[in-house]
């Protein structure tokens, strides 16, 4: 992820957003965005990203493993909040 967003993205695409995540599985990916200000080397004025990660309730338990697992990554630098939905 740092190498991408170094290399390709403009750094301003995934900082300050507010996203909603659908189908977060073991929430990899909600952790990489909440976190993502830590890895860009301008300083930017940012509030960070709040992610809303979310999937079944069967998911739940590794989903929020991965979080709590991850909390010092992203607690910084953005939030995560995690909610079963069922789409």
Do not use: C, H
Not at 21 to 29: H, M, R
Request: hydrophobic content about 45%; aromatic content about 6%.
């Amino acid at each position: 992820a740092k190498y991408a967003i170094k290399k390709t993205l403009n750094e301003a695409t995934f900082t300050n957003k507010i996203i909603l995540e659908l189908g977060s599985g073991t929430g990899v990916l909600a952790v990489m965005l909440a976190s993502l200000g830590i890895f860009l080397s301008q300083p930017i004025k940012r509030t960070g990203n709040k992610v809303y990660a979310t999937d079944l309730e069967e998911a739940m338990p590794k989903l929020e493993d991965t979080l709590k697992r991850n909390i010092n990554v992203i607690e910084k630098k953005g939030s995560i909040k995690s909610f079963i939905l069922d789409w």
